[in-house]
């Protein structure tokens, strides 16, 4: 019953009934990630009239966290390459670091020298405030 409510009433946790209806009866299933993202296209890869190409889209496994898709499903999703990963066989550049989740929000954070969040002093700068003192 709690998955049904959430499928109902939110976007975030996967997708939502709507989603789900307009992929079974317009999508077509391409392939998986290793995070278990599924990736759909328009059947037949057809072209969408009102865009000139064809749509794609991914049901999340989980919270819809846009950073959990791997750089080659990426460039498919975003149209740099025609051929999507599962049909090839794709390695990461050496530059293409492995996923880690987006932090922002959470104690691990970043969270840079002089905020006040990060412990420790501000490190000092060439040309670095000096506040007024009244004479």
């Known amino acids: 019953m709690n998955r049904l409510l959430l499928e109902l009433f939110t976007?975030?946790?996967?997708?939502?009934?709507?989603?789900?209806?307009?992929?079974?009866?317009?999508?077509?299933?391409?392939?998986?990630?290793?995070?278990?993202?599924?990736?759909?296209?328009?059947?037949?890869?057809?072209?969408?009239?009102v865009l000139g190409f064809e749509r794609r889209w991914v049901i999340?496994?989980?919270?819809?966290?846009?950073?959990?898709?791997?750089?080659?499903?990426?460039?498919?999703?975003?149209?740099?390459?025609?051929?999507?990963?599962?049909?090839?066989?794709?390695e990461p550049r050496p530059w293409q670091l492995p996923h880690r989740p987006n932090m922002t929000g959470t104690g691990a954070a970043y969270r840079p020298k002089g905020s006040i969040l990060a412990a420790g002093p501000r490190a000092a700068a060439s040309a670095?405030?000096?506040p007024w003192q009244p004479e």
Request: hydrophobic share 25%; proline share 7%; no cysteine.
């Open 11 to 49: 976007w975030w946790n996967g997708a939502t009934m709507g989603t789900r209806f307009h992929t079974a009866r317009n999508g077509e299933h391409v392939g998986e990630d290793e995070f278990g993202n599924v990736y759909y296209r328009t059947k037949g890869g057809a072209i969408d009239p």
């Open 128 to 130: 670095d405030y000096v």
């Open 60 to 90: 999340y496994n989980g919270v819809a966290e846009a950073s959990t898709i791997p750089p080659g499903w990426h460039g498919w999703m975003h149209h740099r390459t025609d051929t999507p990963p599962s049909q090839e066989v794709y």
